[in-house]
């Protein structure tokens, strides 16, 4: 069974996700960074980060 796994941006910021699935976690973060941030994060730093 799998666990859900969180997900968060800057800790000023009130984005928070919650999911089984990874990659759906890493494009949410992804444009959420972009779409609020204006900061480009690469899918594979995001997927490293969701992993630490």
């Known amino acids: 069974m799998k666990h859900p796994v969180k ?3 800057r800790p000023e ?3 928070r996700i919650e999911s089984e ?3 759906y976690l890493v494009e949410s973060l992804v444009d959420h960074m972009w779409d609020a ?3 480009a994060l690469d899918p594979t730093e995001a997927r490293e980060m969701l992993s630490a």
Do not use: G, L, Q
């Open 21 to 23: 699935d990874r990659r």
């Open 37 to 39: 941030h204006r900061i």
């Open 7 to 9: 997900a968060t941006c």
């Open 13 to 15: 910021c009130p984005f």
